[in-house]
């Protein structure tokens, strides 16, 4: 398995990928792929990492830039997708760790909204003042490259649809 950025001609495998994997997920709402077009229309895609194996993509990991606060600079990353057939087998965990390897070097920190029951194990974690409006708290999650914690609203891209604050 090979960890790389998007190049132009995997976009619609990428769709792919996204749509399959987001199906199963009760939480999904069908605008995953969507949101992955827009933030690459943006320009916004800080990080669009595919995981290939024999020339097919199996898994994307996309990052953004996200305010938390009055705070920019950190790293928001989402949506993270494996192609059913290929989960359980390290490629999400592979995508993630080339993500964080990378967000190190220009963030102060990495941010999602996701299940603390997979992301914990790569050391993301709840923090008291840390909220998105609407989210459960315990799927508010960040992951301090600092010491400083994250304190206040996580602002995403617009090309999420979250109609929040820009
Ligand atoms: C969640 C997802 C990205 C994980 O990718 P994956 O390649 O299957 O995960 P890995 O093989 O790297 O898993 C590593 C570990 O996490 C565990 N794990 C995987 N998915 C999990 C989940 N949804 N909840 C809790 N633990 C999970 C695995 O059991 C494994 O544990 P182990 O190391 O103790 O064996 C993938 O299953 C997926 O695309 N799911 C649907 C979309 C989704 O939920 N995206 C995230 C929100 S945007």
Known sequence: MLIRDEIPSDAPAIGRV????????????GTEAAIVERLRAAGAMTLSLVAEEDGAVIGHLAASDARVGEED????????????????????????????????????????????????????????????????PEVVLALPFGAAEPVGEMIHHPAFGLDQEA
């Open 18 to 29: 996204v749509t399959e994997a987001m199906r199963l997920l009760p939480q999904a709402t």
């Open 73 to 136: 600079g950190w790293g928001l990353i989402g949506p993270l997708a494996v192609t059913p057939p290929r989960r359980l087998q390290g490629v999400g965990s592979a995508l993630m760790a080339e993500a964080l390897r990378r967000l190190r070097k220009t963030c102060r920190g990495a941010v999602l909204v996701g299940d603390p029951g997979y992301y914990r194990r790569f050391g993301f974690r709840t923090f008291p003042r840390l909220t998105v409006e609407g989210c459960p």
